[in-house]
C-alpha cells in the first residue's frame, strides 16, 4: 500500500510537470542595464558611421570611432577620432566657389578629447593656426558629442522613449519610428543637433533599429531620418556599434601647455564652431 501511494504521489507529480506551460524568461530592461553602467571609471566603446544627403548629388559621410567615459548622469568625457567626406559634387561645387582648399582640409582626420564643457581640437584642420609649442584648441562652452548623430541611446530618457515607440521586440532587436517633437522632448542631444522644431514647423520621422544584448545593453543602432529643412528635407542615415561595455577608463585631458583656447587665435584662422558633425 505504501508503495502504491508513493507511485501515485510521484505520476501525479509528473502530470503537473507536464501539465504546466513553460514559462518565459524575463526580458531585461534595457533603461536598467543602461543606469547600471553610468558610473564614473566606466566607459564605452562606439564605431559610428553617418551619411547626411541634401539630395541632387550633395552629401557628407563621416565616421567617429572612440571610447565615452560615464558619471551618474551620464556621458562626462570622451576620446573620440573623426572624419569627414564630401560627395563628388559637392567638392565639385567647393571649387567652382573658390573653397576646394577649405573643404579638402575639413576631411582630414580630426582628434577630439572633451570633458564637461570643454573639446579640445587636434589634427590638420588646425595645426596652422597654432603656435609653436601647442597641440589642442580648446573649444569652451561646448555640448558633449553624441555617439550617433540621431539617436542619443546612453540618454536613458531617450532610451526609454525608444522602447515605448517600438513597433516590434523579438529576439533582442527592436524596431520602431518616432516623430522629431517626441523625440526633442526627451533627448538633450537631438536638439543640440537640429533644435527643438524646424522653422517650417514641419516634423520629421526617424526609423530605428535597436539589436541588445543578453544584458540588454545596447549593442547595435541603426536609423534613418527625413528632416524638414528651409522648403524641402534632409535624410540623415545613421549606425553606430557598442562594445566592451563598463571597460575601465580614465580620459586623460591635453596638458595646459599643449593648450590654446580658440578666443586667442584669429578668426580667420580656425572655424569659430566647432568642427565636425558629432557635437
Excluded: C
Excluded at 60 to 69: E, L, P, V, Y
Excluded at 96 to 112: F, K, S, W
Excluded at 209 to 215: E, F, K, Q, V
Amino acid at each position: 500500500m505504501k508503495r502504491t501511494i508513493v507511485g501515485v504521489a510521484v505520476v501525479a507529480g509528473l502530470m503537473q510537470l507536464t501539465a504546466t506551460p513553460a514559462q518565459a524568461a524575463p526580458r531585461v530592461d534595457p533603461v536598467k542595464a543602461l543606469k547600471a553602467e553610468l558610473t564614473r571609471g566606466k566607459a564605452v566603446n562606439v564605431v559610428s558611421t553617418a551619411k547626411v544627403n541634401y539630395g541632387s548629388g550633395l552629401s557628407i559621410s563621416a565616421g567617429m570611432d572612440g571610447t565615452i567615459g560615464f558619471g551618474p548622469r551620464g556621458e562626462i568625457a570622451s576620446d573620440l577620432s573623426q572624419t569627414l567626406k564630401y560627395s563628388k559634387k559637392l567638392m565639385g561645387t567647393a571649387k567652382e566657389v573658390g573653397m576646394a582648399d577649405d573643404a579638402a582640409l575639413q576631411q582630414a582626420p580630426l582628434r577630439m578629447i572633451s570633458s564637461g564643457y570643454d573639446d579640445y581640437v587636434s589634427g590638420p584642420l588646425v595645426n596652422d593656426a597654432l603656435p609653436q609649442g601647442t597641440r589642442w584648441v580648446r573649444y569652451r562652452d561646448t555640448d558633449l558629442p553624441a555617439s550617433d548623430l540621431l539617436l542619443e541611446v546612453l540618454e536613458p530618457a531617450t532610451l526609454k522613449t525608444l522602447l515605448a515607440h517600438r513597433t516590434s521586440w523579438r529576439d533582442g532587436v527592436l524596431k520602431g519610428t518616432i516623430k522629431t517633437d517626441k523625440l526633442a522632448k526627451v533627448s538633450p542631444s537631438f536638439v543640440s543637433h537640429f533644435g527643438i522644431r524646424s522653422k517650417s514647423g514641419r516634423v520629421g520621422k526617424v526609423s530605428y533599429t535597436i539589436r541588445l544584448g543578453p544584458t540588454g545593453l545596447v549593442e547595435r543602432l541603426s536609423a534613418i531620418a527625413v528632416l524638414p529643412i528651409y522648403d524641402g528635407s534632409v535624410r540623415i542615415e545613421s549606425d553606430t556599434r557598442y562594445s566592451d561595455w563598463g571597460r575601465q577608463v580614465t580620459v586623460l585631458l591635453p596638458l595646459n601647455g599643449d593648450v590654446i583656447d580658440r578666443q586667442e587665435l584669429e578668426e580667420e584662422e580656425l572655424p569659430y564652431e566647432l568642427p565636425g558633425i558629432w557635437s
